[in-house]
Each structure stands twice: as structure tokens, then as C-alpha cells.
């Protein structure tokens, strides 16, 4: 069945690029996700990109994908505190009605 | 912006009780799912809900859990008998369709606790 992994952690300094990691399984993936999860908050879909892409920039985030390692990156440049969450990978499941596969989460913690 | 929204914010409730949460997906949105995220795990896929039916569930989504949607607006989750390992945060999603472009928006969860 369809697989997502990714690191627990992740610590950088406030400024310092981070970069998240992820691998997946279903090679049928039309979408894959970050979304975004503040202490006690819900799931805030970050960015998404479509598999048929390599990369999607969205104003600090870049987002790539390696569809024949089916490796995803989060990229997010001059980090801030307020980027501190638990970043969750995630993927669509083509295949049914598009139920959400999601990583463990990689918690980012940014140092002042 | 639309957004899904989801009551209460937090449910206590004792072992064995009955509980119904509560979710509004976005108004044109066609299809609807419950997630569910123990503490400190990965959040899991429940159950698809498309036409007034379940599309798809998982093995999670035994016969102590329900979903329906009783009118034209809410989408709940009832878990008949609650036991201690059901405490998690509950997700409600939707979704306007299956299109390539489509894509799904979550709630802000529901935190059950079961004592």
C-alpha cells in the first residue's frame, strides 16, 4: 500500500534556509502536499504540487519533486520563528476517492 | 475564503459513552472524510463519504463508528461506544470533486479525550 516517510526533526537558525524531506510510495500520486501544524491547530495546507511537476515556488517556499526517486522537498528560505510547526508530508491516493496519505511530520524547530 | 469548520473544539467524555462530532464541510464541496491523529502519530485516514454514502474506510473505521450527513450542511462522526484509545484529534476534510485539480481542505480537528 501507499507509504509516506519522512525525519522527525529538523532544527535550524532564524534566517538559515530549512529543507524537508520526504519519500513516498504510490508512484500513481496526482498531488502531493505540505501542510502545516502549529501546537494545538489544525492542518494548514502549505503548498501542493502536481506530479506531472518538478518544482513550484510559492514566495518562501520551494517545493521539489524527484518523481523517479519519488523524494519530495519542502525548501523554506530565510526561516523564522514563526515557522517553528510540524511539517506533514502527504500524498493523494489516485487510485479511490482521493484519501490523504499523510508522513509522520517532521518537526522544525528554528533557533533565534 | 471557505473554510471547513468543525464543533466542538475539544469533547471530553467517559469510557463507554456515546459521542457525535461535528464538522461543516465548504458549501459546494461533494466529497467528505474524517481523519483521525493519535498524540504523536502519523494522522490516518477514516472514512470517504460521497452521495450519502461511504465511498471508502479503513480498517480503523470498525462497527463502533458512523458517519452521516443529516442535512444539506453538517457532516458527523459518531463513535458508539467510546474506549480509551479512541482519544485523538479528529480531521473533517472535503473536497469539490475527483479532478486532477481539485483539492482538500481540513478542518481545524476536534480533540477527544476519553477517560
Known amino acids: 500500500g501507499e507509504d509516506v516517510e519522512q525525519s522527525l526533526f529538523l532544527s535550524v537558525r532564524e534566517g538559515d534556509s530549512s529543507v524537508i524531506n520526504c519519500t513516498y510510495t504510490?508512484?500513481?500520486?496526482?498531488?502531493l502536499y505540505w501542510y502545516k501544524q502549529e501546537p494545538g491547530a489544525g492542518l494548514q495546507l502549505l503548498t501542493y504540487?502536481?506530479?506531472?511537476?518538478d518544482m513550484k515556488q510559492d514566495q518562501r517556499l520551494t517545493v521539489l519533486l524527484n518523481k523517479k526517486d519519488k523524494h519530495l522537498s519542502l525548501r523554506i528560505a530565510d526561516t523564522q520563528t514563526g515557522d517553528s510547526a510540524i511539517y506533514f508530508c502527504?500524498?493523494?491516493?489516485?487510485?479511490?476517492?482521493?484519501?490523504?496519505?499523510f508522513g509522520i511530520g517532521t518537526k522544525l524547530q528554528v533557533i533565534p | 475564503e471557505p473554510e471547513v469548520t468543525q464543533t466542538p473544539s475539544h469533547q471530553v467524555t467517559q469510557m463507554g459513552q456515546e459521542v457525535i462530532l461535528r464538522c461543516v464541510p465548504i458549501?459546494?464541496?461533494?466529497?467528505f472524510y474524517w481523519y483521525r491523529q493519535i498524540l504523536g502519530q502519523k494522522v490516518e485516514f477514516l472514512v470517504s463519504?460521497?452521495?450519502?454514502?461511504?465511498?471508502?474506510k479503513s480498517e480503523i473505521f470498525d462497527d463502533q463508528f458512523s458517519v452521516e450527513r443529516p442535512d444539506g450542511s453538517n457532516f458527523t462522526l459518531k463513535i458508539r461506544s467510546t474506549k480509551l484509545e479512541d482519544s485523538a484529534m479528529y480531521f473533517c476534510?472535503?473536497?469539490?470533486?475527483?479532478?486532477?485539480?481539485?483539492?482538500?481542505?481540513f478542518g481545524p480537528g476536534t480533540r477527544l479525550t476519553v477517560l
Open positions: 476534510a472535503s473536497n469539490p470533486g475527483l479532478a486532477s485539480t481539485d483539492t482538500q481542505y
Open positions: 463519504f460521497y452521495n450519502n454514502e461511504i465511498s471508502e
Open positions: 504540487i502536481f506530479s506531472n511537476m
Open positions: 458549501s459546494n464541496h461533494l466529497y
Open positions: 502527504a500524498e493523494i491516493y489516485s487510485g479511490g476517492y482521493q484519501k490523504v496519505t
Open positions: 504510490d508512484s500513481s500520486s496526482t498531488y
